[in-house]
């Protein structure tokens, strides 16, 4: 299976080569474009670090999507689990005044993991119960909690004395810690690193794990292994749910303190790009999203330095996505002479 | 005025009486089926009629006037044509060439007045042909059309054919019959050879029964049905065939009672199924696809619960067991597809250990050295040619059918369900799969046996079991079975 872990190498490459024309379109050097994309931000301890606080979100997105995919279930509303985790943090972080880190820290992880099970409940169900598409269902999940948040921000949750739509700050007990003092990045990504570990062990050393991968790749055959398909698919969902709802509380309780509405910046849906790209199998996900939040970081000093477009980075994950999943797909093809 | 009259038709060969005073009438505008088990005299008579055979006695009328036709040209001259079994056209050539070939009343014809004259001939009797193409391009059907066209052309008003279906794919057939009824409404007269009873009575106005030789009966279409139709042909009520008791076997450890499942549009698609296998017997279950073998592997497979009756493994009700709990049961499970049963994206392995995870299961983790090392056994055990971490679907046919195979008997069961066993594999493999289940049979294992291979059934089986839009017909000892009564009662001719 050596050609299986090449793929995402390979994949790299020709992103690279492919994007060169959009960087020289832009009027930028390649060489020089992809100096500041990859080796500039690694080259810092600052910016090192930055690349792994924007990582971190991506792990779990990127675990979240997996979890669901490895079962045959296409989540594509991490982003909203991810929000519906976010709130549940921010209230526990703005509520519970009077308990210390060591209560409030896994209350919130509970409760953003609840949230997000509970915000993946109506699509899994649909899909188990009446076959409803679940990739229409959960992306419709998404914009419905975006409406949701507004709603919140700009009523109860209003901040008083500035009047701007976020909500209270939280208490400090409830902030994670910095893993570095001077930089952002925080417990989080500790946490995310956990969860790999055990995504890892569920999916290919459980009994549940197999069965969830049985059922993935084929019903009928899960089926007659005496399976029961839809429990373990439904539980894959919420399960998936749950972990994206874990982005939003990393993010809000490491890095921003309050909920916003753009908390987020696409985490869920780049968290398909980042499960693809790991080949879903949890320790490619942490690499690939290390590699996804390094493009970030890039792109931003690309950006500076070049003056191009800050999107580059953007059209950099996309093109890499499209490449991937090409290979993924002729991978199954062999060249033959006739 | 009748279109033809046979009157005590007598033609024997040497022992042989093939027609023994057959009485033989076609109406104007009829169709009339010939009907008959093999070497009943159905072809013989026809060909008494075309002028090929002399017969040895008797008188032929055709449109009321006395006939003497002693060869084909005669017969045509008298309006009567032939569809034979076996067609008489030139390949290498057209097919206007074909139609007109020996009857261009000696003036030569340019190519395209050929090909112009049979375009006509085709609008006109509304049998589709394209005239300028190669009769060996053709496939069969189309080679057929010529044939009936061939005889139109030379203005049969009586066309005779001789298991037409014979070598046709069911839309063929239908495209067929529908000509044949529009060519009768415009004053043909067709005799039509069979031995299918479906098809006799989907076409046929009056049919005549041929047995040994005799006319066992002629009878309206309309007054009569397959099951009486059958019974005419065998002259039996059982064809010559012990059909058993459903449960009559010496030691019964495997019993379905009763069995309905209902299908989609209240349907029943499996309907009050009932049979027994015990100890060391197979059990074959023959049938025409689409009657219901599915069905009832999906029931006795676990998939599906039956709407009513029972499943007993030794006086154990096991209806309502799901998938897994059925092989703890003592029931060894094939899937009808192998493709369908088993993960192709999991290692061989995997697939082997899946159904009994829990067996596998230690602290809450797999215990992957155990599913390793069984896999290892078994892949030994059953010479299936791969390793325990081949993804499946890397494997030939045969080798993932040794996989499930082995995944059912590795658990050495009581009972096995075998479907589908060799569907798709080469000599080599069916070789194998045959032999493995004999084995079983003489280790004592219970087997049900379901194929669509009828000569699979005949050779393995110890009884047979036909099976026929969800209802079983009968129960045959398989030394008295052979493949054209299993077939009559496939074809729901005859019922216990
Ligand atoms: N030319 C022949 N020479 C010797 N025996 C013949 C000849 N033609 C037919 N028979 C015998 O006459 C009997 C009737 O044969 P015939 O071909 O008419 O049967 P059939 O009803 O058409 O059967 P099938 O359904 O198999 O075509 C058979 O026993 C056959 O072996
Ligand atoms: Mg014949």
Redesign the pocket.
């Known amino acids: 299976m050596w050609t299986r872990a090449l793929i995402p190498v390979a994949a790299v490459l020709a992103t690279f080569v492919i994007t060169s024309i959009f960087i020289i379109l832009a009027g930028a050097n390649p060489f020089e474009a992809y100096y500041n994309f990859i080796i500039v931000p690694l080259s810092s301890k600052f910016s090192a670090l930055e690349v792994l606080v924007k990582a971190t979100p991506l792990i779990f997105t990127g675990l979240a999507v997996t979890f669901a995919f490895a079962a045959g279930y296409y989540n594509i509303g991490a982003e909203g689990q991810l929000y519906a985790g976010a709130v549940a943090a921010a209230w526990v972080g703005a509520t519970f005044t009077n308990l210390p880190a060591i209560v409030v820290v896994p209350l919130m992880l509970v409760l953003g993991f609840a949230a997000g099970m509970l915000w993946a409940l109506l699509p899994a169900f649909l899909k188990v119960k009446l076959k409803v598409d679940e990739v229409v269902t959960t992306l419709l999940m998404n914009s419905i909690i975006m409406y949701f948040i507004s709603a919140l921000l700009n009523g109860p949750w209003r901040d008083p004395e500035t009047g701007w739509p976020k909500s209270p700050e939280f208490f400090e007990a409830a902030r994670f810690v910095q893993l570095i003092p001077k930089s952002r990045l925080h417990l989080g990504f500790v946490i995310a690193l956990i969860l790999v570990v055990i995504v890892f062990i569920v999916i290919k050393r459980t009994p549940f794990g197999l069965q969830m991968r049985a059922a993935g790749a084929s019903k009928a055959g899960a089926l007659f292994a005496g399976i029961n398909v839809n429990r373990t698919m439904l539980i894959a969902a919420l399960v998936s749910g749950g972990i994206a709802g874990l982005a939003g509380v990393s993010e809000i309780a490491g890095i921003h303190y309050h909920l916003i509405s753009e908390l987020s910046g696409g985490y869920g849906y780049t968290g398909i790009i980042v499960a693809t790209l790991g080949g879903l199998n949890p320790i490619g996900v942490s690499v690939a999203a290390m590699f996804i939040g390094l493009i970030d970081t890039g792109a931003q000093t690309v950006s500076r330095v070049l003056g191009v477009p800050v999107y580059l980075g953007d059209v950099v994950q996309s093109t890499l996505l499209l490449v991937t999943l090409s290979m993924l797909l002729l991978q199954n093809y062999r060249i033959k002479r006739i | 005025m009748l279109a033809v009259e046979m009157k005590h038709i007598y ?1 024997s ?2 022992p ?4 023994h005073d057959v009485n033989f009438d076609l109406e104007q505008g009829e169709i009339h089926a ?1 009907l ?12 008494i009629l075309y002028g090929l ?1 002399k017969a040895d006695m008797g008188e032929i009328f055709i449109n009321g006037e006395k006939v003497a036709i002693h060869s084909p040209k005669e017969a045509i001259a008298a309006g009567v044509g032939m569809v034979t ?1 076996h067609f008489t056209l030139v390949p290498p050539l057209t097919v206007a060439e074909n139609v007109v070939l020996g009857y261009t009343n000696g003036v030569v014809l340019s190519q395209r007045e050929i090909e112009k004259n049979v375009a006509a001939a085709s609008e006109k009797f509304g049998i589709l042909v394209n005239p300028s193409a190669l009769v060996k391009d053709l496939s069969v059907g189309e080679r057929q059309r010529v044939e009936i066209l061939k005889a139109l052309y030379r203005n049969a008003r009586i066309l005779i054919m ?2 037409p279906t014979a070598v046709l794919v069911p839309q063929e057939v239908d495209v067929l019959f529908e000509s044949l009824l529009r060519l009768v409404k415009s004053g043909l007269s067709v005799i039509f ?1 069979s ?1 299918k009873l479906i098809e006799v009575m989907a076409v046929s106005d009056r049919i005549t029964v ?1 047995r040994d ?1 005799k006319v066992a009966n002629t009878v309206k279409k309309s007054e009569t049905n397959q099951v009486e139709l059958a019974k005419m042909m065998v002259g039996r009520e059982t064809f010559g065939v012990r059909l058993l008791d459903a449960c009559e076997t010496s030691e019964p450890i495997y019993e379905l009672s009763g069995v309905t499942l209902d299908g989609k549009h209240g349907k029943k698609v499996l309907d009050d199924v009932s049979f027994c296998v015990s100890r060391g017997e197979i059990l074959g279950i023959a049938g025409v696809s689409g009657n219901g073998q599915g069905e009832l592997t999906e029931v006795i497979t676990g998939l599906v619960t039956p709407t009513k009756g029972s499943i007993k493994i030794e006086g154990r009700d096991i209806t309502h067991l799901a998938p897994g709990q059925l092989s703890d049961a003592g029931i060894g499970r094939t899937p009808q597809d192998r493709h369908e049963g088993t993960i192709g994206d999991l290692s061989v392995a995997e697939n082997l250990a899946l159904e009994h995870i829990k067996d596998y299961t230690q602290k809450g983790l797999l215990d992957r050295k155990k599913i390793r090392d069984d896999a290892t056994t078994i892949i030994k055990e059953f010479q299936i040619k791969a390793s325990p971490g081949d993804q499946l679907r890397k494997l030939s046919g045969g080798n993932m059918q040794k996989v499930v195979l082995a995944r059912a008997l590795s658990r050495k069961p009581k009972v096995l369900i075998a479907s589908q066993p060799t569907r798709g594999l080469d000599v080599g493999a069916t070789e194998y799969v045959r032999n493995r289940l004999l084995e079983e049979r003489a280790r004592g294992t219970a087997i049900v046996l379901l194929s669509e291979d009828l000569d699979e059934v005949l050779a393995l089986s110890d009884r047979i079991a036909v099976i026929y839009e969800g209802r079983i017909m009968g129960v045959v000892p398989s030394a008295e079975a052979t493949p054209e009564k299993i077939g009559l009662l496939m074809a729901g001719a005859v019922q216990h």
């Open positions: 033609k060969f040497g042989v009486k093939a027609n010939l008959g088990e093999n070497g009943a005299g159905k072809t013989t008579l026809m060909r055979y079994q001789d298991e050879i031995h041929l030789g």
